[in-house]
């Protein structure tokens, strides 16, 4: 064993041990801690801010690019917004220990599923620290133990915000260990970590397609992976096409560097030259290019450039937006099957058969009738703050709330029963 | 590539386009395809017969041991048994495209939760070849199609069954596709069907640690292991001691071969004394023998063998008891956590605290007070047949019946909302 394996060992092996304590911990507690890290946050954001400002030197001098430093950058607001996660996480109801039914057996044995913590979550991202404190928040009110693996450019942000992740633990009379940070930028250290199936239950990577091959790969647990969202809107030949205009727009523009942001327009033929003018006409003015198969381009003209094989199926994350004309929902499911990545996908029609249709057999984590694939998100679909939203099919599809990130067991109570 | 890897990756491309058309399939034809295996089974059994003889042969003439040689045997008795499984299951309801609710969101839009199948699920056992046939049926239920990997040992019973079932889903309108044996015994098989991860969507291990340990390291997809059951029973001081003894003797005597029969009882030392010498009394005559550490060696004296630490978190699979003296539930738990194999504890107790802290706090898939570990089992339990149990805490730990072999995603009913 290297010294690496060693120490990923000896750090997950602490989880384990964190895990089992967290697993009966009362909600209030794990409540009182995250009242305590959003103290924590806006009383020792000075240290936050100066370990941050260490990894935004470095990332200017390694030539990082202006988006990507802004995604780095810490201030008062991503500080503030943390702690108001961390409130709005410790009001949650502690789902540990909940039973929603029981049902009767042979002779009067009550049998139902109690919820239980997974245990151990490997967190693996590449995005902003704030998913240092919003991963590690929700699993704590899962009561499963942490292990995060940050970006190595916001390695020293991320230690600052796991400390106080440490702090706050401790002072609420929980297990320190419950959140830890793997202490180096190796990149090895991962590797090593997707071995340790004895001690870590799940692991769960956030990124992009380099980090969740690696993963799925490597890892000798279970992967619920947080892929791309590559999402669709097909635009039905009953569609309400003023409607059609406002949801297209909110999913494109409204944020556009987002997952659940829309990527590509699917538009029935027999609509296509009522619609497409008036889209170019609406979204063009606010900076979407729009990139048209060659149907598309017949009618859009210059207005917008003409789409290579590679435009479909790619996740811009940009004001620019793939559009094809299909002869129906047939084909726009066909394409959806083959360029979509099982994220969110919306039809817009008023006929209630196509709806039907492409709800039942569309295969995506949410499909949506007549609505923004913004909605693609745990707030937004009631199930409070999430973690992210999982593309695996298994456990969980979709946005991965604190319930999510539970599981359960059969409890049985018996007064004596033998089997016959 | 390899000609075995392409012949797998085709077998795999195959479930996968299989599966697509299963995802839409009406519960009526899923229904009378399994009516149809039924018929076929019971009217075609020379056939199955005339291979399992073959099997039979070789196994013999290899030398495999008499009980491996009476688990690779089909009469009449396990034909009918499967023809009964099927008319089981053809009866079930169809999980698939149900809602258990929808929920409001902003301005009326409906959220809920649509019941999917997973896709394909491969499924690799040592088993008998009822499994085949069992696996088989209540993979297509759930609407998945099924890739069977068996032992090479059962490989022309399997084929023969296999070909039944190809039968009834072709005769049925079904692709048959639909459930599909790897044509080869060769072991690489294996290894390239779990590199195939755009094609399998889960893969079930069911056997000993050698399989389950395979297949856990080279899997790219979720794994959901079936994993051998090392049961406790834990008797408390406050135990009502005539019915521990008959819990004791059925969870151990009843079927002593299966994975839910008990293989370690716990007793508190404050009851050793009474209860040991009974429970002697009552299982030494029925071919028991008692595996007892130094402390409970002391009461059972040569009523017992003396136990070796190899004896505890052993899976005996026969009449044979390992049996400790233990301070209370705490140290009863530990010993669980350190032995056990998740699979299912039991408590037995007069004692509500004690049964409450034992049934938090104990990690297995059920976890019983005053009753048989054998209720460890989709029928017992409610969920109707099944296909094994997961020891795997993600997705679904505990029986795996219909339910649990689908998944589910969101569905969004809007009226032309946009997100704020």
């Known amino acids: 064993m290297t010294d690496l394996a060693q120490q990923m060992a000896h750090l997950a092996r602490k989880s384990k041990a964190a895990s089992r304590e967290l697993a009966s ?28 400002a260490e990894d935004l030197r470095d990332a200017e001098a ?43 057996r042979q002779g009067g044995m009550l049998v139902g599923r109690m919820v239980i913590p997974l245990g151990v979550v490997a967190m693996i991202y590449e995005s902003r620290p704030n998913v ?38 401790q002072e609420s009379g929980l297990p320190g260990e419950a959140v830890q940070l793997v202490p180096t930028t190796e990149r090895e250290a991962v590797r090593e970590l997707l071995h340790l199936e004895e001690f870590i239950d799940v692991v769960i990577p956030r990124g ?40 297209v727009q909110n999913a494109k523009v409204q944020k556009p560097g987002v997952c659940n942001a829309v990527e590509c327009l699917l538009v029935h033929e027999d609509v296509a030259r009522d619609f497409l003018p008036a889209l170019a006409e609406r979204l063009v003015p606010q900076g979407v290019t729009l990139r048209a198969e060659e149907k598309a381009l017949s009618v859009l003209g210059d207005r917008a450039e003409k789409a290579g094989e ?7 994350l940009d004001l620019v937006l793939a559009v094809k004309v299909v002869s129906g929902v047939e084909e726009a499911k066909e394409h959806i099957a083959a ?7 919306a039809i817009l029609t008023r006929d209630h058969d196509q709806a039907m249709r492409f709800i039942r057999e569309v295969d995506a984590s949410l499909v949506l009738v007549n609505a923004s694939t913004r909605f693609n998100d745990g707030g937004q679909l009631g199930l409070g703050a999430e973690i992210g939203i999982s593309t695996s099919k298994l456990h969980a599809y979709g946005p991965m709330g604190v319930r999510e990130l539970t599981g359960s067991k059969f ?8 089997r016959e």
């Open 62 to 104: 390694s030539g990082m690019a202006g988006a990507m430093l802004d995604r780095l950058r810490l201030g008062d607001k991503e500080l503030n917004s943390m702690a108001d996660s961390c409130l709005e996480v410790s009001r949650l109801e502690d789902p540990v220990g909940s039973m929603e039914s029981m049902w009767k």
């Open 132 to 169: 240092t404190v919003e991963a590690g928040i929700l699993c704590l009110m899962a009561g499963n133990a942490t292990i995060l693996r940050g970006g190595s450019e916001a390695y020293r942000s991320n230690r600052a915000l796991a400390d106080l992740f440490t702090r706050a633990l």
């Open 310 to 316: 590679e435009d479909f199926g790619y996740e811009f």
């Open 339 to 345: 360029y979509g990545s099982n994220h969110t996908e």
């Open 208 to 247: 992009g397609e380099g980090l969740i091959n690696t993963v799925m790969e490597q890892a000798r647990m279970p992967v619920l992976k947080h892929y791309k969202g590559v999402c669709h809107i097909y635009v039905d030949r009953s569609a309400d096409l003023e409607q059609a205009l406002d949801i």
């Open 25 to 52: 911990a009362s909600g209030e507690s794990k409540s009182r801690a995250l009242e305590r890290l959003a103290d924590l946050l806006r009383q020792e954001k000075d240290a936050v801010f100066e370990a941050n």
């Open 411 to 418: 409890v049985l109570l018996g007064e004596g029963q033998i």
